[in-house]
């Protein structure tokens, strides 16, 4: 069986997803031939070039990019199409071979129409406005022309069948998946926070600066890492600036080495507002390191009461109190932290993930024969 993925975007979860997908699958003695369509840059994060054929669509008007994914789409002949982002499901949509089935993975619902997903926060109930409202019918009519859409949560499951319009047979729920580290993180007394993420405004970044300048007033020795970059990075500094804590708080930028940046830390923090399964969480539960997360999207199946602490999102006092009930309970970390550790490889093992990823192909595919 040969599946092409296809992607628009070079980086963060679908493209950590995908790429961590092709590699695990190109591995196998026995799996499927592989290969990625997608810009080039995704070799830099460590993809190996036989798995790639460079190609990038720069907007929903790119006639060159679609033209190009068009040649290497006939030339490649694959027997599925995965998409793993938005774009990548338009361009798929309209230039592929009607013949070639395709599969989409809907990874999110834009902060602009997030008003109608998530259920709690500053974005619920949020009226979509044009631009957003556009956005999903656009997704509801590309999911009209792929033969299934993939939901990596219940919750997006639920949304896409309920308010899309999905119909449920083209719909399934297949977990997103990372590779679970031989050694778990060592059990530790809470000192150094870590977020990992786009600072952009649905990761509510600056809900966790806040929270943490709050709680370092009275305690010092505390420290913040916050891996990643966005248009709320300057904000981000700047109130750390004004608190004069600068040397509590490092802003790593964006980084492929996440398992690395994770073991300079003892706990993880995810204040996001608009979620459905993310990759980073997902990482940090596979350490073992306690997690704190918001209570949106598909977040309250991954990191149940058993393993995390889940806290309403843009709550700035709760994140606080949260943060310090890890520090003041130090035998906590380590009872979340295992508990998370233990439901990663369960539920979300990245060799769990691609085996439901052939299965979902071999049958499609054996559908068509």
């Known amino acids: 069986m040969k599946v092409v993925f296809v992607l628009t975007q070079d ?15 190109a591995e196998r003695a026995k799996g499927p031939d592989v290969i990625i369509l997608g810009p080039a840059s995704l070799a830099d994060a460590g993809l190996p070039r036989t798995l790639l054929r460079p190609v990038r669509v720069r907007s929903k008007t790119d006639v060159r990019g679609f033209s190009a994914f068009s040649r290497l789409l006939k030339e490649l002949s694959p027997d599925i199409i995965h998409a793993q982002d938005r774009r990548a499901g338009l361009v798929s949509a309209l230039v592929a071979d009607r013949k070639t089935p395709i599969v989409l993975t809907y990874h999110g619902v834009p902060d602009n129409a997030a008003g109608g997903w998530v259920q709690a926060g500053p974005l619920r109930g949020r009226p979509s406005g044009v631009a957003g409202g556009s956005r999903l019918v656009a997704d509801a009519l590309v999911s009209r022309k792929v033969a299934c859409t993939v939901a990596p949560s219940a919750a997006m499951a639920d949304f896409l069948h309920h308010k899309l319009r999905v119909p449920a047979g083209r719909l399934r729920l297949l977990h997103n998946g990372v590779a679970i580290p031989r050694h778990p993180h060592p059990p530790a007394d809470i000192r150094t926070f870590i977020m990992v993420g786009s600072l952009t405004v649905r990761k509510a970044a600056p809900v966790l600066v806040k929270a943490f300048l709050a709680i370092t007033s009275h305690r010092p020795g505390l420290r913040l890492l916050m891996v990643g970059d966005g248009d709320e990075r300057r904000r981000c500094e700047e109130l750390v600036r004004r608190s004069g804590r600068a ?16 073991q300079r830390a003892d706990a993880f923090v995810l204040p996001s507002l608009n979620e459905n399964q993310p990759l980073a969480l997902l990482q940090a539960m596979a350490t073992g390191m306690p997690c704190i997360a918001t209570n949106v999207g598909g977040m309250p199946e991954m990191l149940n009461g058993a393993c995390g602490l889940l806290i309403p999102p843009g709550d700035v006092h709760s994140l606080g109190a949260a943060m310090e009930r890890l520090i003041d309970e130090p035998s906590l970390g380590g009872t979340l932290g295992g508990a998370a550790r233990t439901r990663a490889a369960e539920s979300f093992s990245l060799s769990g993930c691609a085996d439901d990823h052939l299965r979902l192909w071999t049958n499609i595919a054996g559908s068509l024969q």
């Open 247 to 262: 040397h509590q708080v490092e802003f790593v930028g964006y980084r492929t080495d996440v398992a690395a940046q994770l």
């Open 11 to 25: 980086r963060y979860g679908p493209a950590d997803l995908t790429t961590s997908l092709a590699v695990e699958l």
